[in-house]
């Protein structure tokens, strides 16, 4: 990004209160300790710091400029500063926003948005991978799906993008439909509605509204894809006045997969079908979320107007990433399901049914923590996932959280053996444990929220096989303060 002092406030609606209009930017940040010489730097105020207080610190690292709000004044910076811009704003973080929108309007790029309750980053990768193929994509470094990260997303855009892939999260209502004003998109997916941010949300007719406002935002000449099998995200499609295409399982739908069947370590072979035309496809990450992931990232592949031969090199060249179902394997052929990145209702489900179908004649084993932000819901969804083990017949229960008893209840309900159930309070407790019940040919399942932090279960049972170094840190207690 590249702008006059005059034009960020155009954008923004912001007044200058010392320094030149005529100034020239080149790039925005948010964060004192990794700005660099030439960029703008937009203090933001968070629960627990205030980026103001690190003004100082940006100007030493070179800022060219300064975004503060309506109660900052210049009085406060060093005389030796008179002459850096101050832009002010009547709220930074909303500015941030209004100077992305203004960016992605004298841009030309196509914006891909995706939002929904499991799957965004999955799909946003696996589409950024297909178009790769023939466009200059962009997509985000991180996993940056807020009111920060997405404006920061596309203030990277750059004349020789073509595309730019982001992702949309949300806890409450109003946020998508912000993101949306901010990012305007020209396709927007919603991957499935389910029970996730019920502590604000309250119902998953909630849920479907608050995510429903990425296709209030579009256009008749823009895209909705659409998840047949997601009545929900039918529901909405009613009211959204763009163009509609859509992808499911055993569904009519313009992107299908029939001849849908397991392979190795339970990734899939199928056919996929695109507005039927066929082509043979195999998936390298497990999970029938995956096939739908796929589904997804073709359907817009296909807006995009990719070849069926493209979007099939794309997805099988996919593997997964960190944190979401990555498979190893280690000595004594135990086999590791690395899902750690979040959990909720819906994927928690979806990796527990997950390890029941790879786990063959081995044992199959659950380390879980909670899932966060269920409200007054997560009792009911905890017993719900103890129920689901003792369904899926899987053989041993690790237990971290304050809802632990809860999953334990429902596990024994469904004839898991108290033997098979283990609580602990803290990582190593629980890793401990853990490495003393493993056998050969184990398969073993690690998922939490992220507030759970279940890597370090993870890291520390590999360190006491020894297949990691020791943890670089000592591991914090998880009490129920932690894992509000």
């Known amino acids: ?25 080149r790039g925005v940040s948010t964060d004192s300790r990794t700005l660099t010489s030439g960029e703008l730097f937009i203090p933001l105020k968070g629960e627990r710091f205030d980026g103001h207080h690190f003004i100082n610190d940006t100007l030493a690292r070179g800022a060219s400029a300064v975004m503060v709000s309506k109660d900052f004044h210049p009085l406060e910076l060093p005389p030796s500063t008179r002459d850096i811009p101050l832009i002010q704003v009547e709220d930074t973080l909303h500015a941030l926003g209004d ?5 992605v309007r004298r841009n030309r790029a196509t914006i891909v948005a995706i939002t929904g309750s499991n799957g965004k980053t999955t799909t946003r990768e696996m589409t950024a991978t297909i178009l790769e193929q023939s466009y200059r994509v962009l997509k985000p470094e991180h996993n940056w799906n807020n009111l920060i990260g997405v404006p920061l997303t596309l203030l990277r855009l750059e004349s020789h993008h073509q595309i730019a892939v982001i992702e949309m999260g949300m806890n409450r209502r109003g946020e998508i439909k912000r993101l949306s004003q901010i990012a305007q998109p020209h396709i927007g997916l919603i991957t499935n509605i389910g029970p996730v941010h019920l502590q604000h949300l309250k119902t998953l007719e909630n849920v479907a509204e608050a995510k429903g406002e990425l296709f209030d935002s579009l256009t008749a000449q823009d895209y909705a894809v659409l998840n047949a099998n997601d009545p929900l995200i039918m529901k909405l499609s009613t009211r959204c006045p763009a163009r509609t295409f859509t992808f499911g399982i055993n569904a009519h739908a313009q992107v299908t997969a029939p001849n849908l069947s397991p392979s190795d370590y339970s990734t899939h072979c199928f056919t996929l079908q695109v507005e039927g035309k066929s082509i043979p496809l195999r998936l390298t990450i497990p999970g029938i979320h995956t096939v739908y992931n796929a589904l997804a990232a073709a359907s817009i592949a296909t807006i995009c107007k990719l070849p069926l031969e493209e979007i099939k090199a794309g997805l099988e060249r996919f593997t997964a990433f960190t944190g979401r179902m ?3 394997t280690i000595d004594n052929n135990i086999h590791i399901i690395n899902d750690t990145y979040n959990a909720n209702p819906v994927s928690m489900e979806s990796a527990l049914r997950t390890l029941a179908q790879v786990k063959g004649e081995g044992n199959g084993i659950a380390v879980l923590g909670d899932m966060l932000e269920l409200g007054d819901a997560s009792l009911a969804y905890h017993h719900q996932l103890g129920s689901l ?3 899926l017949h899987l053989d041993s229960l690790f237990l971290m959280g304050i809802s632990a008893e809860a999953v334990a209840q429902g596990a024994r309900a469904t004839g898991v053996s108290e033997k098979a159930i283990y609580i602990g309070s803290t990582p190593e407790e629980v890793a401990e444990q853990l490495a003393k019940k493993v056998t050969r040919g184990d398969w073993i399942l690690f998922k939490g929220s992220r507030g759970m932090k279940m890597e370090k279960i993870l890291e520390y049972f590999l360190h006491l096989l020894n297949h990691d170094p020791a943890p670089s840190s000592p591991m914090a207690t998880f009490t129920s303060r932690c894992c509000l």
Do not use: D
């Open 99 to 103: 100077l992305a929108s203004f960016w």
């Open 1 to 25: 990004m590249e702008l006059t002092v005059k034009e960020i406030i155009e954008a923004v609606g912001g007044a200058l209160l010392q320094g030149s209009l005529t100034q020239r930017i």
């Open 389 to 391: 083990v003792g369904i």
């Open 326 to 328: 990555v498979i190893t």
